[in-house]
């Protein structure tokens, strides 16, 4: 199911990250570390999203990594359509931390910093994080949408 989120409600940043944790969008050059890392914990679709979302100038990816720069979260928007919030993805050591909410509303600022004044969550996993987080409202006939018919590996 997509959802939708009205980006001019949203509140201000930054919100409060875990001790040693930094925020930030990627940069470019960071792709032979976070798509990898993306692609072994979320799969080669995941991987593939994060790659146009790191092509573009600025890019469209939020990353959460550690002093040690190791990586622990990602966010991206506008990669598979315009206004499209999506993939999102934590490590398992780093959830359950606040780290997921953050990412997700520092994309959404993100995309309100760029005109929108509505996101669309596509294929939403957790609706309920979304309501929750940034008050999220499922989009009736929405199922399956964006992605059917799309192309699988077999």
Known sequence: ???LVKLYTLPPGPDPLPPGIT????LAPEAPVILPW??????????????????T???????AHDDAGALLG????????RG??????????ARGT???KALLLASLRAMAADGYAYAVIGGAGPVEFYVKAV?????DGSEPGLYRGMLRPR
């Open 135 to 139: 008050g999220a409202i499922p989009i």
């Open 84 to 93: 499209l919030f999506g993939p999102t993805g934590v490590d398992e050591k």
């Open 23 to 26: 925020l930030r969008r990627a």
């Open 38 to 55: 993306i692609e072994e914990r979320f799969g080669a679709g995941w991987r593939a999203e994060a790659a146009v979302a790191l092509s």
């Open 98 to 100: 606040g780290l997921g």
């Open 1 to 3: 199911m997509d959802l």
């Open 57 to 63: 100038c600025p890019p469209r990816i939020q990353i």
């Open 74 to 81: 990602f966010a991206c928007h506008d990669v598979t359509a």
